[in-house]
T-cell receptor
Framework: DTGVSQNPRHKITKRGQNVTFRCDPI?????LYWYRQTLGQGPEFLTY????????KSRLLSDRFSAERPKGSFSTLEIQRTEQGDSAMYLC????????????????FGPGTRLTVT | AQSVTQLGSHVSVSEGALVLLRCNYS??????LFWYVQYPNQGLQLLLK??????LVKGINGFEAEFKKSETSFHLTKPSAHMSDAAEYFC??????????????FGQGTILTVHP
């Protein structure tokens, strides 16, 4: 399977603990996005990487959240000092190179990591 | 700023009936519009997209959508529902250029139920 993969698929943690999620995009895709989806809502944009550069972060991404994409390959999303409000599905998507910064390229989504903070 | 409104969080149809899922958008620049489908415990899958070419867009699994600028709408239709169409559907908008980087703004989703 050459799709987007995310690990772990499920994570249960206690409030105050740190968690890290991993996303492996489709190999030739240079664009990578993180979204968060809460129950009954559509996904909300968190952050965007083009190759290894983090070019945009949503105001939703508090200082407790950090994302990296070393060498422009896989990406990690870390949440420090988790809160119950962080419970959500975290989705990763990747897309191939496109003309300029256009939104024409299809985004391919991974299955998501479901985080539950108790 | 961009936004998407999906009218009806739940839609129920009988197998073989017309499927109509409504989406209205707001965008200050010409939009790109997408419909995604999400099956339980799976990621989102692209059904179709509008990128300023033909206003009637055909997608996978018999779905199509029509871009109507005057109504700021991009409703999703399928002439005959199948049991396998039961899923959650999301309308999304992005824009070209600037600092949008192709990020998607999603609607709240519509859960489609298909009755035998």
């Amino acid at each position: 399977d050459t799709g987007v993969s995310q690990n772990p698929r499920h994570k249960i943690t206690k409030r105050g603990q740190n968690v890290t999620f991993r996303c492996d995009p489709i190999s030739e895709h240079n664009r990578l996005y993180w979204y968060r989806q809460t129950l009954g809502q559509g996904p909300e944009f968190l952050t965007y990487f083009q190759n290894e550069a983090q070019l945009e972060k949503s105001r939703l991404l508090s200082d407790r959240f950090s994302a990296e994409r070393p060498k422009g390959s896989f990406s990690t999303l870390e949440i420090q000092r988790t809160e119950q409000g962080d419970s959500a599905m975290y989705l990763c998507a990747s897309s191939p190179p496109g003309p300029g910064t256009s939104g024409l390229s299809e985004q391919y989504f991974g299955p998501g990591t479901r985080l539950t903070v108790t | 700023a961009q936004s998407v409104t999906q009218l009806g969080s739940h839609v129920s149809v009988s197998e073989g009936a017309l499927v109509l899922l409504r989406c209205n958008y707001s965008s200050s620049v010409p939009p790109y519009l997408f419909w995604y489908v999400q099956y339980p415990n799976q990621g989102l899958q692209l059904l179709l997209k509008y990128t300023s070419a033909a206003t009637l867009v055909k997608g996978i699994n018999g779905f199509e959508a029509e871009f109507k600028k005057s109504e700021t709408s991009f409703h999703l239709t399928k002439p005959s529902a199948h049991m396998s169409d039961a899923a959650e559907y999301f309308c999304a908008v992005s824009s070209a250029g600037g600092t949008s980087y192709g990020k998607l703004t999603f609607g709240q989703g519509t859960i489609l139920t298909v009755h035998p």
